[in-house]
């Protein structure tokens, strides 16, 4: 062989050798997310998820993608969304934003894996089978929005001691309405106040409601533990304010918009883990060997600038249990 004639080959392998590499490189694995909230409502909720994803190796956009779906707030079109990531064949189905996103889920897949958070007893909604051993496709992270009302209720009495009558505001379409009614009227009881029970899934419910929480002369509002609450937060933070009316709220996000406490747990926290869970199960992990997460940690946080402005004076024992104060 003429020494030109193999500098000619050398070269077109050196082409070539690349170009079959790249071929036998593994596809990067698509994650589908799916969430009943909009993006503008959850940035802060996607960073921690992709800060989880990357404490187990996976970077999006390098070596893993992800496809977003947000039902906006019309919770009818999840199974359709969930549905359209499956045919897309993603590896991990991420459900958040209520256990209405993971039911959506669960019901359109019962292989894809799903990690979910949400409120309300997984075993119940028929998400798991039990939550050491969950033996499906699906784990994931348990809000505890609900469970931990009866506990809001005692730290809103705490604050407006003299409040006879509570109202409960409780979205009826959600699953775990029925739940948190039973909930709020037993704590109600426990505390000595009387709880009225108002329905709101619209922002005209909305408005409805405080409008017969103020002919009423309600003493304080319990904001109940519901994604479609958490994304009308400026306008119930508002009505709050406008009303002049004591609310307890079940994440922080509320306090930040001027909302006046909070008691629950970090949902940044939630969707951190929901990011480590999804990460271990590309790398190979069963849903059914991965117990479903039970937080451990709450915050209190507490607006000094809200209660000022309701004449609310905080008592000293409460602001040395709050986990932060915002002056």
């Given at each position: 062989m003429r020494r030109r004639e193999f500098i000619t080959l050398l070269g077109g392998g050196a082409v070539a050798w690349p170009l079959v590499a790249r071929a036998q490189q593994p596809a990067k694995p698509v994650v589908g997310f799916l969430n009943s909230s909009s993006p503008e409502t959850s940035a802060h909720y996607v960073v921690a998820f992709r800060r989880g994803l990357n404490e187990t190796g996976y970077v999006e956009?390098?070596?893993?993608?992800?496809?977003?779906?947000?039902?906006?707030?019309?919770?009818d079109q999840l199974r359709a969304l969930a549905e359209d990531l499956i045919r897309r064949q993603v590896?991990?189905?991420v459900a958040v934003g209520g256990s209405v996103t993971?039911?959506?889920?669960?019901?359109?897949?019962?292989t894809i894996p799903i990690v979910f958070a949400g409120g309300g007893d997984p075993v119940a909604l028929g998400l798991v089978n039990s939550l050491n051993r969950p033996d499906g496709n699906a784990t994931g992270v348990v809000l505890m929005a609900t469970e931990?009302?009866?506990k809001r209720l005692e730290l809103l009495r705490d604050l407006?001691?003299?409040a006879t009558t509570i109202a409960a505001l409780v979205n009826p379409r959600s699953p775990l309405a029925a739940?948190?009614?039973?909930?709020?009227q037993a704590a109600g009881r426990t505390v000595g106040a009387q709880?009225?029970?108002?329905?709101?899934?619209?922002?005209?419910?909305?408005?409805?409601?405080?409008?017969d929480l103020v002919q009423r002369r309600t003493d304080a509002l319990y904001v109940g533990g519901d994604a479609y609450f958490a994304r009308q937060r400026a306008q119930l933070t508002a009505l709050a304010a406008r009303h002049a009316v004591p609310a307890i709220y079940d994440r922080r996000e509320f306090v930040d918009a001027g909302g006046l406490i909070s008691y629950?747990?970090?949902?940044?926290?939630?969707?951190?883990?929901?990011?480590?869970?999804?990460?271990?199960?590309?790398?190979g992990a069963k849903p059914a060997d991965l117990p479903v997460i039970q937080p451990t940690k709450f915050e209190l946080v507490i607006n000094l600038k809200t209660a000022k402005a309701l004449g609310l004076e905080i008592p000293p024992t409460l602001l040395a249990r709050a986990d932060e104060v915002i002056e």
């Open positions: 956009g390098q070596n893993v993608a992800i496809e977003y779906r947000w039902a906006q707030g019309r919770n590896a991990v189905l993971a039911q959506a889920a669960r019901a359109a897949t019962a931990l009302g009866p407006v001691p003299k739940f948190e009614i039973s909930n709020a709880i009225h029970i108002l329905n709101a899934s619209t922002e005209r419910d909305i408005d409805v409601a405080f409008a629950g747990t970090p949902f940044t926290e939630i969707y951190h883990q929901v990011g480590i869970y999804t990460g271990r199960i590309l790398k």
